[in-house]
Nanobody, 125 residues
Framework: VQLQASGGGLVQAGGSLRLSCAAS????????VGWFRQAPGKEREFVAA????????NYVDSVKGRFTISRDDIENTVYLQMNTLKPEDTAVYLC???????????????????WGQGTLVTVSS
């Protein structure tokens, strides 16, 4: 599976962005997909994940109520809608995937086998 993340940019605090993770190479519908982010000098952290069917999602506490992950398997794309952005959301955002028919998508990056390149999100204060 090849993953391509896009949609990053510069936005003011309180604004919104929608990130996309487009997959190619294999049928995407049996893969769980996650978003991670990495700020300069910090560890890569989990942001959100969605299971293979879209029936279950998982979020880090700091984005709950502001970010929404969703998937469109016809388009082979997973989205991360980010609202009420804060300066501390500034980071490179990466999408990742692993084959799984489990109900609950993983939060640990070690579970993910396929990674896309990042897209930079910058939130100004």
């Amino acid at each position: 599976v090849q993953l391509q993340a896009s949609g990053g940019g510069l936005v003011q605090a309180g604004g919104s962005l929608r990130l996309s993770c487009a997959a190619s190479g294999r049928t995407f519908s049996s893969y769980a997909v996650g978003w991670f982010r990495q700020a300069p000098g910090k560890e890569r952290e989990f942001v959100a994940a969605i299971n293979w069917s879209g029936s279950s999602t998982n979020y880090v506490d700091s984005v709950k109520g502001r970010f929404t992950i969703s998937r469109d398997d016809i388009e082979n794309t997973v989205y991360l809608q980010m609202n009420t952005l804060k300066p501390e959301d500034t980071a490179v955002y990466l999408c990742a995937a692993y084959y799984s028919r489990s109900l609950y998508p993983a939060r640990r990056r070690e579970e993910y086998d396929y990674w896309g390149q990042g897209t930079l999100v910058t939130v100004s204060s």
